[in-house]
C-alpha cells in the first residue's frame, strides 16, 4: 500500500480544485479532514481529501490545501463553509485534529509522513501490508 499526500497549494483558488475532486470521485471518496495548527501567530487549517486505494495497485491518494486556509473556530470563512458544504452533500463527516505545523520539521516530505502516522493510529487510512 502506498500512501502519497498530493498538494494542491495553500487552499487559496486550489480548494475549488479540491471540492471538484470529492464531488467527481464521490464514490472513491474516503474521508474529508481538516488539520488545524498555529503557524507563525496565525490559527490556520489544512484540509484534506482521503481517496480508497486504487485496485489494482493500493495506492491511496491523500489531496491536501496546505496551512493557507483560517481556522473556522476562530475566523468564519467561506473556504470552511464550501468544505462543510461538500461534506453535507457527500454524506461525510469532516474529522477534525490539531497537529504540529510544518515548520516544526526540516522537510515537507516529512511532515507527510507524520500525518500519515496519525492517520493510521487512528485507523482512518490502513496500516503498510
Do not use: W
Not at 487552499?11 to 488545524?36: C, V
Not at 495506492?59 to 483560517?70: H, N, R, S, V
Request: glycine content about 4%; proline content about 4%.
Amino acid at each position: 500500500m502506498i500512501q502519497r499526500f498530493i498538494e494542491l497549494g495553500e487552499g487559496y483558488s486550489d480548494i475549488y480544485e479540491l471540492i471538484e475532486l470529492t464531488r467527481s470521485n464521490k464514490e472513491r471518496l474516503q474521508h474529508l479532514i481538516m488539520l488545524h495548527t498555529v503557524k507563525n501567530e496565525r490559527n490556520v487549517s489544512s484540509y484534506v481529501a482521503v481517496m480508497k486505494p486504487t485496485n489494482p495497485g493500493d495506492f491511496q491518494a491523500l489531496y491536501i490545501c496546505l496551512e493557507g486556509i483560517p481556522n473556522h473556530k476562530f475566523q468564519a470563512n467561506k473556504r470552511a463553509a464550501l468544505f462543510q458544504e461538500v461534506a453535507n452533500e457527500l454524506d461525510k463527516e469532516i474529522i477534525q485534529f490539531d497537529v504540529k505545523p510544518t515548520d516544526t520539521f526540516a522537510e515537507k516530505e516529512l511532515y507527510f509522513q507524520y500525518l500519515i502516522g496519525i492517520l493510521r493510529l487512528n485507523h482512518y487510512i490502513p496500516a503498510l501490508r
